[in-house]
């Protein structure tokens, strides 16, 4: 890889995949609205507000490919979720379009299917179920990405993030952790393989409580190392079992499902 951009590089995740993916790219350009003060060897920064269809294009331009974890990265007003997460992926895709990008890497989050019961197993024909505007603004941005694909040929790994963490600190994240290790090595194969599609990838470790099925994408070769199995007896000492009746329990998304509306908070 020559010039990969990534952006949202000043939040939690792409602080962890700045260093995850550290020498792999001869430049990793860096963008945020905040402004990355120290950069290491074969980063560049580019402070860019997504929701700027023109600043969006000279972002793009000169880059070879994009990991897109930009934009707002939980819930919040459906005004702020506009702006950060579907003018903002819309203006990447665009800006691809437009400059000759042909592959992406879009940041979604398993908060898209976070309506599903616990007891359900999910593949990428699952409907989607968002657990919030949140949730509701990653469909907009699998959608964006499916009609880039079919109408521009622009390939991308649509990535429905479950936890990127160091470790997982509760019993929910038994089930959804993925390793900052592993997320980055997926992101590695998805810039290597011939053809990648517009497909959608559970991004969670190879966990063994697990509700996602990934085998419609075992042509990536991507294989999660880290297991939360490790971290299963720390957890279940520090986090008490809830009651089966406990309405958290009920939703994949957890308390994402179970919060009222964010608008009324």
Known sequence: MKRVLLTGAAGTLGTAMRKALAGWAEELVLSDIVTIETLNAGES?????????????????GCDAIIHLGGQSIEGTF??????????????????RQVGVKRIVFA?????????SREERLNDKSPMRPDSLYGVSKGF?????QYYFDKF?????????????PKPTNRRLLSTWISERDLADLVKRVFIIN???????????????????????????????????????????????????DPVLLYQGGAFATTGHFEDV
């Open 45 to 61: 920064f580019i402070a860019c507000d997504l929701a700027d269809l023109n600043a969006v294009v000279d972002l793009v331009r």
């Open 79 to 96: 005004e702020n979720i506009m702006n950060g997460n579907l003018k903002g992926t819309y203006h990447i895709y665009e800006a691809a």
């Open 108 to 116: 979604s989050s398993n908060h898209l299917t976070g309506f599903h």
């Open 141 to 145: 941005g699998e959608l964006v990405a």
């Open 153 to 165: 040929a622009i390939e991308s790994a649509l990535i429905r993030i479950g936890s990127c963490l």
């Open 195 to 245: 053809r990648l599609g517009c497909t959608v990838i559970y991004g969670a470790s190879n966990n063994p409580c697990s509700w996602w099925d990934n085998s419609h994408a075992s042509f990536i070769g991507w294989y999660p190392k880290d297991s939360s199995a490790v971290f299963e007896e720390e957890v279940f000492r520090n986090d008490p079992l809830l009651s089966p009746d």
